[in-house]
């Protein structure tokens, strides 16, 4: 089964960049749209696996022929929600190859999110170059801007952008963003407009459904390992103490699973995707005391939206219409604070929430490479005529995948998969802690 992508029509203008067709010449190749990657790779010995339920996805890279014109493209690069290390990465990467490679003499920044679309805010748009560009990769957030919310006024950003002449856009965000690209893409098709619109999706948490990982997500691990150091210094170091640090992740427990295993200094984890009970012999609070007693320190990594349960539903909603989380860092320090004065016990608790410093910061090398590729390959898709889609990594090759599937549903832990399994093997944890 292949995971079609949408294109505005025939690509036949030859492309500027001179790259090879021939395989063997040591000259750096196109890529042609029969080329493909299967998404999994995965199977149980004597497994048969029907052709129709083998996903392949479209490999992402310059075609020999464009469907747009460089010399009348006007590009608009725009970033929305919250702020992720390597923002400024992929604009630059976007400015430079449609710049440097395609010789398109038009780019704009839209300001602030699609905020910057709405005609209330009148932002002006920023011209954008190589020279703008040259040194924004050290530096965090955003040189545009940004901001939530915006995305479902669908008619007035489309109008935005014809009113602009805009006829590529990029649209740098998370899953909020990239449905509000997938509206205005329909919304284009309705129109009869010929627009291209590409996404670089963008989470730190990491929970991209299909793709190997999210631009942002290992200076985060690295940052959080930090914190959990720092954590592990201060518990270590205090008659019963206690590091607790709260991580990102709303619904999915990357980062929190991650740093545990890069630092090995944590005690307990806790994500969204397995629940826990604070009370009760079998819930955290004992377990903590027990290694306490063993060992005279702890440290507890938690994820932000793991323990949602333990402090009742919350009603309200961020601009971008996802439920605002409780805050179980705050909660869990007052109730251990609270189950340990009860016991008698003295505890010296050290709370971090290094969220915010993680969020925007600059991207770490290897985060920069990622941020750089995914910028080449969605001006690649683009220049193609290629739309409705985001780029990708999957099984370590650059794919293009439908905006439908992406925004379809969250990529999570699998508490019975080997990445579960090893962050219980570092922390040595119970496998539950749950009381029946």
Known sequence: MLFEITSLGTPKIPSPIGLSTVVGDSIANYVGDEEGILHRIEVRKGEQVAADETVVLEK?????????????????????????????????SIVRCLWLRYGVRRISGIQFGYRGLLPEYQYPVIPLDPEVVDDIHKLGGTILGSSRGGG????????ALEQLNINVLFTIGGDGTQRGALRMAKEIERRGLKIAVVGVPKTID?????????????????????????????????????????????????????TALAVHEANFV???????????????????ERRLARRNHAVIIVAEGAGQDLMGPSEERDESGNVKLRDIGAFLK????????????????????????IRSAPACASDSVYCSRLGTNAVHAAMAGKTRLVIGLVNNHFVHLPMEV??????????????????????????RMEND
């Open 206 to 258: 990491n929970d991209i459904m299909y793709i190997d990982k999210s631009f942002g997500f290992e200076t985060a691990v690295a940052l959080a390992a930090q914190a959990v150091s720092a954590a592990h210094t201060e518990a270590h170091s205090a008659i019963n103490g206690i590091g607790l640090v709260k991580v990102m992740g709303r619904e999915s427990g990357f980062i929190a699973a991650h």
């Open 270 to 288: 806790l994500i969204p995707e397995v629940p826990f009970d604070l009370e009760g012999e079998n819930g955290l609070l004992v377990h903590l």
């Open 334 to 357: 007052d109730r251990i604070k609270e189950y340990f004065g009860r016991r008698g016990i003295p505890i010296n608790l050290r709370y971090i929430d290094p969220s915010y410093m």
């Open 152 to 159: 479902e006024r669908t008619e007035e950003l489309v109008d």
């Open 406 to 431: 992406v925004v379809s549903q969250r990529k999570r832990i699998d508490p019975e998969g080997s990445l579960w399994r090893d962050v219980l093997e570092a922390t040595q944890q119970p496998l």
């Open 60 to 92: 992402a890279g310059p075609r020999e022929r464009l469907y747009f014109d460089p010399k009348h493209v006007h590009a608009g690069i725009i970033t929305c929600g919250g702020l992720c290390p390597g923002l400024n990465d992929v604009i630059r």
